[in-house]
């Protein structure tokens, strides 16, 4: 039976350091501040808004909530950016995504200034997590990074299979671990034979985004398994990429949805902000 990779436990770990962190650079003067931009009412955006407004309170963060209408033209959402770019007391810049479709999400998102992009969306943050020279790590690959560093689970030389190629999970991870020297192979739709890939996988993270679809003929006996997918089912309740029952009988570790990756992308937001704040402080 595969152990549980508690991502709760390890956010709360992670989170009390970070709170350590923020007081210190508040005895030096330093409020690290967060500003959060929502454009629009989508219910699913403002839920996650209000998790990282709460977060920020908890570790020690000065939250600045911006809510903006879904008709707010994209020369004045680019003017914000700009405002906010120049504002030093403000340390990291997020907006929301998805945004209204009038506005260009990438034109937006690379007006952010690269040393307050805490998302790491622009395209300068991008080229450096290609290079291997990172300003700031990509919130969901980084939480799994350091998921894996708490459960000792060794990355250099082994399999790496990521199911999803998106830009804001599926490349990110597969770049991180081999950042770690994985050898590491993405699968996508148009994968042929998965199963045959996957089974191959010491390490399997699946991003898809379907309901339990890695199924335990698809995962190699004692491989450790992480799960993104945050799925809703018609009953409301929450589910996972991976059929979590049948694939724990044969993984040697597991993610569980909820309380496995969730927690540990916002956290590593908060983190990200902090590290923001300490390199304006040193500038
Ligand atoms: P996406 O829809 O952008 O990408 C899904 C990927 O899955 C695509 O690259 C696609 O090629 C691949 N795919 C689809 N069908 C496939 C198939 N049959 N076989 C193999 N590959 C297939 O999704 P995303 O934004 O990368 O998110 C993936 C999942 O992770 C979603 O459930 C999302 O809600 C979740 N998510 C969780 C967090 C978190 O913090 N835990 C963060 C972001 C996304």
Do not use: W
């Amino acid at each position: 039976m595969a152990a549980l990779i508690d991502g709760k436990a390890v956010s709360a770990s992670v989170r009390a350091e970070i709170a350590r962190e923020a007081a210190i650079l508040r005895d030096k003067g330093m409020i690290p501040k967060l500003a959060v931009i929502l454009v629009g009412d989508d219910p699913a955006s403002a839920v996650y808004v209000r998790n990282k407004h709460k977060a920020c309170i908890e570790v020690g963060i000065e939250p600045l909530q911006i809510t903006l209408p879904a008709e707010t033209p994209e020369d004045e959402l680019l003017s914000l950016i700009d405002k906010l770019n120049s504002d030093t007391s403000v340390n990291g810049i997020l907006v929301q995504l998805p945004l209204p479709k009038h506005i260009s999400a990438q034109k937006v998102i690379d007006r952010i200034a690269p040393d307050k992009d805490v998302d790491a969306f622009t395209h300068d943050s991008v080229g450096r997590i290609v290079e291997g020279r990172y300003g700031f790590l990509p919130c969901t690959p980084a939480g799994i990074m350091k998921l894996l560093e708490y459960y000792n689970v060794t990355i250099s030389g082994k399999n790496c299979v990521v199911i999803g190629r998106s830009n804001i999970v599926g490349k990110p991870m597969a770049l991180l671990l081999l950042n770690a020297s994985g050898t590491v192979t993405v699968c996508h739709s148009k994968t042929v034979d998965l199963p045959s890939v996957t089974r191959r996988a010491d390490i399997l993270v699946a991003a898809v985004g379907i309901p339990r679809f890695v199924k335990s003929d698809m995962v190699k006996p004692g491989a450790v398994v992480i799960d993104v997918g945050i799925n809703r089912l018609p009953d409301g309740k929450l589910c996972g990429d991976v059929d979590f029952d049948a694939v724990s009988e044969i993984a040697s570790m597991i993610t569980p949805v909820p309380g496995g990756v969730g927690p540990m992308t916002i956290t590593m937001l908060m983190q990200n902000t902090i590290t923001a704040a300490k390199r304006a402080i040193e500038r």
